[in-house]
């Protein structure tokens, strides 16, 4: 095989990784899109755990909410915060808040009005990245430069940083819309190529299209629970109270078979088995990084997370060198891997650094639910374009040992045994048909003495001189193959005697024509043809083969160059 072709979904499976296990990093003011504007000012109430509707939305507290920080929310379960908004904050048509959390948290935003205190309808829940969500409340009744009090519930969630926007509810809903099309289509896109590899396995029965077909399946489940989408969807919600394990288990687990993916593809087991055999490591440390997930009950998940990020930037790092060298030894399939894995990382890579960087990914829409999604499937298909690519060269290594099997490797002719089967199958067709079939038994003259005179060398010269000549008086249905020595048998489909006679007389006269130079003085070749044709003698086969070769015995004893019809039958 040519061709290390590393899988591309690899990429998914290393840097990729680092989207499920990135530490949060200290939360800090998100960015928003240019449609929502962030409330002017959110404060947190420093005062009483779990104080009533009443006693903060009276106002009787506000002395006691200061501005707010991530430590001070982390872990408090249940906390009220304060949110202001600056004349011309909220937009026109329906305005709504938006609250990202953790899609655990549960909140409720009260408004005051006319000295009546009123709680803001929820709209709708919108599913974000890394187990989060966007609560949307309408806010018709909220007036410019009024207060909001928000009483914040995290008990039973994992730390994610709260922060809120002011949109309009049509916006709102639009762009949760056009998220969850691109994240259903890159699903169903992940999922459609890994059923075709597992379907395409049950007829070529090569281990290369299952772990295509379980490595994009994992991929298509990291990036839906990822997502945020798997866990709204029939049958994919009952992952969640699995939380973060149900997209950390997918990409770990990723990594691993894209190893094998990788080690498969490239043969590597015949061709290189001591990367092999890293390759099978590294498989054996996504596996146990993947039940290492469970230490966050220990309070061990930083150490996790600090562990994976280094296996998975150091297998990236090591499959993209060994792709690479690959290449450049001439593997397509790894060429495609390359492509694949510039596209697939560029976009893991900047994810996982503005997460890392910035603790939000809702400041980055176009990074996380266009360019991840189809960057994975445009790297599934570069993928499936280098397994194709194997298969291409498979083939035609496969066809070239075939030739090579049937040809003889000085002449290139058919040989001895491949000749009989031709044969075999031509009169067949031949006899089905109700036609004819004849031979030429060529034979060249003096061939033990050319090799006695000007050696061995000469003689094999000889042999593939005449080829050309004989190839130049036949049709394309005919068939030339070396029958031993200096002896070679031609079939010529649907001829009889008479037809074949002519044949054979021209073949003569190209032969004699022929002079081989280079070893000494130029060597002038004749050659004996016996001819015999099922139509005069009536047999088949290698009986046809028989009286050839006596008709040629009978031409050298008449004097050589020259052409004998075989005319009775062998006994």
């Known amino acids: 095989m040519t061709r290390n072709s590393s899988v591309r979904g690899f990429i998914a499976a290393c840097i990729v ?3 499920g296990n990135p530490i949060p990093a200290a939360a800090t003011a998100a960015e928003v899109p240019p449609d929502e504007r962030p409330p002017a000012e959110v404060r947190i109430l420093d005062a009483a755990p779990n104080p009533t509707v009443s006693a903060v939305t009276s106002g009787s507290l506000d002395a006691k909410f200061v ?3 991530a430590a001070m929310a982390r872990n408090r379960g249940v906390f009220w915060l304060q949110l202001a908004f600056a004349d011309g904050d909220l937009p026109p048509g329906i305005p709504v808040v938006v609250m990202h959390s953790a899609w655990q948290t549960r909140a409720e935003i009260y408004a005051v009005r006319g000295g009546e205190t009123l709680a803001l309808p929820q709209a709708a829940q919108l599913p974000e990245f890394r187990g989060t969500r966007n609560t949307v409340f309408t806010a018709l009744s909220v007036g410019a430069g009024q207060r909001l009090y928000v009483r914040v519930d995290t008990t039973g969630s994992e730390w994610k940083q709260v922060s809120f926007t002011v949109s309009t509810l049509e916006g709102a809903l639009a762009r949760g819309t056009e998220h969850t099309r691109m994240i259903a289509l890159a699903f ?14 049950f007829l070529l029965a090569d281990p290369v299209f299952v772990l295509y077909a379980t490595l994009f399946f994992l991929q298509a489940l990291y990036v839906v629970y990822l997502s945020g989408q798997g866990f709204e969807w029939p049958w994919l919600s009952v992952a969640r109270p699995l939380g973060s394990f149900a997209w950390n288990v997918p990409i770990s687990l990723s990594g691993a078979v894209a190893c094998l993916f990788a080690r498969e593809i490239a043969d590597l087991k015949r061709f290189s088995p001591r990367v092999y055999a890293v390759f099978g490591w590294l498989a054996a440390a ?16 930083v150490w996790v997370n600090g562990l994976g990020n280094v296996v998975f930037l150091g297998a990236a790092i090591f499959t993209l060198i060994v792709s690479f060298l690959a290449w450049r030894r001439g593997s397509r399939p790894a060429g495609w891997f390359l492509i694949a894995w510039g596209l697939l990382e560029g976009f893991t890579i900047a994810a996982a650094l503005r997460f890392l960087f910035t603790g939000s990914e809702e ?25 194709a690519d194997r298969l291409r060269a498979q083939r ?7 030739r090579r099997a049937q040809t003889d490797p000085l002449t290139g002719v058919l040989n001895r045994r491949s000749l009989i089967e031709r044969l075999d199958a031509a009169c067949v067709r031949a006899q089905a048909r109700g036609l004819p079939i004849a031979l030429l038994f060529i034979d060249l003259d003096h061939f033990k003495q050319i090799n006695d005179s000007f050696g061995h060398q000469a003689g094999d010269a000889c042999l593939r001189a005449i080829i050309d000549p004989i190839h130049a008086e036949l049709r394309q249905s005919d068939v030339i193959g070396r029958y031993g020595g200096e002896e070679f048998v031609v079939i010529l489909s649907s001829a009889d ?10 073949i003569l006269e190209r032969v004699a024509a022929v002079q081989v130079t280079g070893f000494g003085a130029p060597i002038r070749l004749t050659c004996s043809i016996g001819v015999a044709s099922s139509d005069i003698l009536g047999v088949w086969g290698e009986h046809l083969i028989a009286q ?11 004097g050589r160059n020259q052409v004998q019809i075989a005319v009775t039958s062998v006994a």
């Open 548 to 558: 050839a070769d006596v008709a040629v015995y009978r031409a050298k004893r008449l």
């Open 286 to 301: 996504f596996v146990v990084i993947t039940f290492a997930n469970a230490a966050k009950f220990l309070g061990l998940g």
């Open 497 to 506: 005697a008479a037809a074949a006679n002519p044949i054979a007389e021209r």
């Open 17 to 19: 990784g680092w989207m």
């Open 396 to 402: 035609l290594a496969l066809t070239d040992a075939e």
């Open 188 to 201: 169903g896109a992940l999922m459609a190529v890994a059923l075709a590899a597992l379907l395409i396995w």
């Open 363 to 387: 400041s980055y829409p176009l990074l996380y639910y266009y360019g991840l999604p189809l960057s994975m499937v445009a790297a599934a298909v570069l993928i499936a374009l280098g397994v």
């Open 67 to 69: 501005p707010i920080t």
